[in-house]
C-alpha cells in the first residue's frame, strides 16, 4: 500500500504565494513521475504540471511562469511553488505518484486533496 499525504493550501490574497507539499509513503520501489492536478469548483480535475524521477518538468499554459513543480526522490516528496496567485488558481490541489509496480508495469496513486483559495 502507498500514501500520499498534501499540506501547505490554504486562502491567499492575490498576488500571494504559497507552497504544496505531497509525501508519499508505504511500498514504493521506484518513482515513474510526479504529478500535481487541480479541480475548481463545478469543473474537472485538470493537470498543473508533472516532473519525472529525472527531473523533466512541465506546466499548463495556464500556471507557467508562475508555479514551479520540484521534487524530493530520497525523501519521496514532490512540492509545487505558487506564486502571483489570481482568484481562478481557486480549486482543490492534489498530487499523484505513477510508480513502478514491476518490469514495464506501474500504478497511480492520489493524495486527498488541499484546497487554495485565492481571494481578497
Known amino acids: 500500500q502507498v500514501q500520499l499525504v498534501e499540506s501547505g493550501g490554504g486562502l491567499v490574497q492575490p498576488g500571494g504565494s504559497l507552497v504544496l507539499s505531497c509525501s508519499a509513503s508505504?511500498?514504493?520501489?521506484?518513482?515513474?513521475?510526479m504529478y500535481w492536478y487541480r479541480q475548481p469548483p463545478g469543473k474537472e480535475r485538470d493537470l498543473v504540471a508533472s516532473?519525472?524521477?529525472?527531473?523533466?518538468?512541465d506546466y499548463a499554459d495556464s500556471v507557467k511562469g508562475r508555479f514551479t513543480i520540484s521534487r524530493a526522490n530520497v525523501k519521496n516528496m514532490v512540492y509545487l511553488q505558487m506564486n502571483n496567485l489570481r482568484p481562478e488558481d481557486t480549486a482543490v490541489y492534489y498530487c499523484?505518484?505513477?510508480?513502478?509496480?514491476?518490469?514495464?508495469?506501474?500504478?497511480?496513486?492520489w493524495g486527498q486533496g488541499t484546497q487554495v483559495t485565492v481571494s481578497s
Open positions: 499523484k505518484f505513477r510508480l513502478y509496480t514491476g518490469v514495464g508495469a506501474w500504478d497511480d496513486y
Open positions: 516532473i519525472t524521477s529525472g527531473g523533466n518538468t
Open positions: 508505504g511500498s514504493i520501489l521506484s518513482i515513474v513521475a
